[in-house]
């Protein structure tokens, strides 16, 4: 059938789909607009490309998001039900900016829960830092060791543990 053989030929823009990942995992939330915009104007200009290919790519896209969050050691319940509704719902949408205005609003809150997340991880980590230091306090313990044992920079990590404890490292 010629939808088959439009099937065949169209090639879909994959490299932005890493993108999406790659800029959640960084949680850059400008990068993350830019790139919706992107897809955007793929499917705007891509000959060939119908709202059936597009409905797939963003079904795609979502449903990888989704994965993303559910491989976290703890994950916001709350997005990921989110994403799983849009991908039920995903043949109701009939405009292809309604669906990109979707995806950035979805990126720009999942980016948040995870800066939150990321928030609280250092903050706990400055704390277990603290009491490592008072349980060692007789050893000889350096700013780079200390930091490198909790996976921040020692720049952060000096910053922070003054915010965290009101003591200088």
Known sequence: TPEEADQAIFKYPLHLQKKVLELLVRNDQAGATDVVREITQFFLQTEGATLKHARSFFLSVVSDIVKSLLSQHVFHEGMVDKGFEFCLKIDTYD??????????????????????????????????????????????ISLNSISTRYFITSSYFSSMFKEVTGENF
């Open 95 to 140: 405009d292809l900016q309604k669906m990109a205005d979707w995806l950035e609003r979805f990126l720009q809150e999942v980016i948040q829960v995870q800066e939150s997340a990321n928030q609280r991880d250092v903050y706990r980590n400055i704390l277990l830092a603290a009491e490592y230091i008072r349980e060692h306090y007789n050893e000889d």
